[in-house]
């Protein structure tokens, strides 16, 4: 059964590799560019259009990348170029991309960014990826995150270094593990700045990099952090259940609740459960209600039809609906627990279907063509 899971998971389809990154400047009418702030762990690769590999670099770096959207990209997809460099009319392709040499470089240009916005679009998204993934990997589904949805602030993905192998699943718990102080630097680096509001998504083995993170932080400062931080995504997180336990006792209750999305079809997670030795992972946990009553709002993705072979990545699919889902999460009876009461969602509009709230879960209907089922939403009190 494990030798056949990771044939399922290896896939068939080739990865990107050495030189995926290389620029195209051709023309492509009705193509989007996002511009991607970097930051990375991970060792600087010498060969053209790389930039970085899944060795772990000394100390931290910095990076920038404008990407190019193809105007027929479809949700939750990325479109990967058929042969180097790619077509901006049909594929994903950078525009530009370059190191920014150090700290006060890379704060600069945050800042300038900031600036450069109305303090409404003030926010930092910043994403965390997971195991298993290479550079471009990261960088490209970051950018479909950003593009389907309509992200307007500054995103900054933190790249970690995950050598991108199936195999490699121990070294790449250890490059999580190293990279922690790296990602604390990073989130009082983007606190500090001109940003207003802080938006984090992890995915997979970066949510353990993530509550480690959080976990090690002083809690007057997780306290002072927390001011700007509007909300932690948890996505299909590959963390064993009784570590994640902990890792919220240490942490303690927060103000603003971490929304984990969770899917008990995740084979991904199925294979590190069998790694770990039979614990059950965070993202595949079919309790959802224990989870809430940790202190967590849970979106189960159970039943959304999967577009990746692993069932590991419905958060992308999400995406698209980003800003209705912002909606819900912040009504009082998502947040506070409300019991008994039913509400209508109003301005979150109609395509989500009506917001129904109970005891211990939320029902939210969103697009039959999107999802081929409801999404549900189980909320703790307080």
């Known amino acids: 059964m494990c030798a056949g899971l990771i044939l399922v998971l290896a896939g068939c389809a080739s990865r990107p590799d050495a030189g995926a990154l290389a620029v195209s400047t051709l023309q492509a009418p009705g193509a989007t560019t996002h511009d991607i702030l970097v930051v990375s762990t991970r060792e600087r690769d010498d060969r053209p259009d790389t930039y970085f590999n899944g060795e772990r670099a000394k100390s931290i770096d910095f990076a920038e990348a404008r990407i190019s959207v193809p105007p027929n990209h479809k949700p ?205 992972r965070v993202g595949a946990y079919e309790n959802d209600e224990e989870l809430a009553q940790l202190g967590a709002i849970v979106v189960d993705l159970t039943d959304v039809e999967a577009t990746d072979a692993a069932h590991h990545s419905k958060f992308s699919q999400l995406a698209e609906f980003s800003q209705q889902v912002q909606k819900i999460l912040s009504q009082p009876g998502v947040m506070e627990g409300a019991a008994g009461r039913e509400t209508q969602l109003g301005s979150a509009g109609n395509d989500l279907g009506s917001f129904i709230s109970s005891t211990a879960r939320v029902a939210v209907t969103l697009p039959v063509a999107v999802v081929t089922a409801p999404i549900n939403l189980a909320t703790g009190n307080p």
Do not use: C
């Open 76 to 280: 939750g997809n990325i479109e990967w170029p058929a042969t180097l460099p790619g077509d901006p009319k049909t594929s994903f392709v950078p525009r530009q991309a370059g190191f920014i040499d150090g700290q006060t470089a890379f704060t600069s240009r945050l800042n300038q960014r900031l600036s450069a916005l109305p303090p409404s679009q003030r926010t930092v998204f910043l994403f965390i990826h997971g195991y298993n993934t290479r550079f471009p990997e990261s960088l490209y589904r970051f950018t479909q995150l950003v593009h389907d949805a309509d992200f307007e602030g500054v995103p900054v993905l933190f790249t970690w270094a995950s050598r991108g192998k199936l195999q490699d699943y121990v070294y790449d718990l250890n490059s999580a593990a190293i990279a922690r102080d790296s990602l604390e630097k990073t989130i009082r680096l983007i606190n500090h700045s001109k940003v207003e509001r802080i938006v984090i998504l992890a995915h997979s083995m970066g949510n353990w990099l993530m509550m480690e993170t959080a976990r090690q932080i002083p809690p007057s400062d997780r306290r002072k952090l927390g001011r700007k931080i509007e909300r932690v995504f948890l996505a299909a997180p590959d963390i064993d259940i009784d570590v994640f336990k902990a890792q919220l006792k240490r942490i303690g209750r927060q103000p603003k609740p971490f929304v984990i999305l969770v899917s008990r079809d995740d084979r991904a997670l199925r294979l590190s459960k069998t790694i770990a030795g039979g614990k059950e």
